[in-house]
């Protein structure tokens, strides 16, 4: 329970920040940001599956990998028939960064350490992506194509911060 | 949208995957997958008659035989499988890649 408070914790911090960040964001900013936070995801996941021997650690990658991709798709998908270019944004370069950082954390792990480093940060980061898309992104956006990708992206989300939450507590990282 | 079809005959001997099969000549019982659930949970059907499985969801997601003697394999947004039910019993399922998702198919005579 104690590290789904750490978490916690640090995902309320950081969503104050990212939805500062959000704040008057346009659809095509919108969408870049929410594609871009796939993309960091599923690098996590690859690196995951690149050190980690759990079981249950690798099996969560690989679902994360196979779910925001089949997301991702979808979203590009939208881009190629609205016929529009999602635009970089500092939101966007803000978790680029972070994930550099977290990424560069988590390479200095192995074992047991790492499994509880990532499984710790995808439950922060779900926990974090969800609060925006949902409290922020889905509100904010004006094409209702784009809305609907992000609520039923969001039905998936949180079932992956629910994922990530079981599996932290299955590691017993205390 | 990518639309996949897939039959399974499962009967006593396990499953055999193929295109040919005979119809049952009953439409198949839908089970809906979505919102990470299985769409009704429980179906019951007769022996020989069958059910097709349909994803909505962005993620993709399977219909796995908790002994694992059927599966849909992988079914992406949009696609779907149909399995054929040969022997009555009490058959639970479950998504592979999302174990929480469960269902029951159930064969009576």
């Not at chain 1, 993309?39 to 690196?47: G, K, P, T, V």
């Not at chain 1, 590009?76 to 994930?99: E, H, M, Y």
């Not at chain 1, 710790?120 to 949902?134: F, K, S």
Request: aromatic fraction near 8%; glycine fraction near 8%; hydrophobic fraction near 45%.
């Amino acid at each position: 329970m104690k590290t789904i408070t750490l978490a916690a914790t640090l995902a309320v911090g950081f969503a104050a920040h990212t939805a500062q960040a959000a704040d008057k964001m346009n659809d095509l900013e919108i969408a870049h940001t929410a594609y871009t936070a796939g993309q960091i995801d599923i690098r996590y996941a690859h690196l995951a599956l690149a050190v980690s021997d759990n079981a249950e650690v690798r099996a969560f990658a690989e679902t994360m990998i196979r779910d925001h991709t089949a997301v991702n798709v979808a979203a590009g998908d939208l881009i190629t028939k609205l016929k529009v270019t999602p635009q970089d944004n500092d939101l966007s370069r803000t978790l680029v960064k972070g994930a550099a950082d977290k990424r560069a954390e988590l390479m200095s792990l192995s074992g047991k350490a790492f499994d509880c480093a990532y499984a710790q940060n995808e439950l922060g980061y779900h926990q974090v992506v969800n609060q925006t898309v949902e409290g922020v992104f889905i509100p904010t956006v004006t094409v209702e194509p784009l809305k609907d990708l992000l609520s039923e992206a969001l039905v998936t989300f949180k079932v992956h911060e629910g994922h990530a939450e079981q599996m932290v507590n299955g590691l017993k990282c205390g | 949208m990518r639309l996949t079809r897939r039959q399974v005959c499962f009967g006593a001997g396990g499953a055999i995957v193929g295109s040919a099969l005979p119809a049952s000549g009953s439409s198949p019982v839908v089970v809906d997958i979505r919102a990470f659930a299985f769409e009704p949970a429980e179906v019951t059907i007769r022996a020989g008659e069958t059910v097709r499985w349909i994803n909505h969801d962005f993620a993709p997601h399977t219909a796995t035989d908790v002994e694992v003697n059927w599966d849909t394999e992988e079914l992406e947004k949009g696609g779907q499988a149909v399995i054929r039910f040969d022997t009555p019993g009490t058959y639970p399922y479950f998504c592979a890649y999302h174990p929480h998702m469960k269902g029951v198919v159930t064969v009576t005579t």
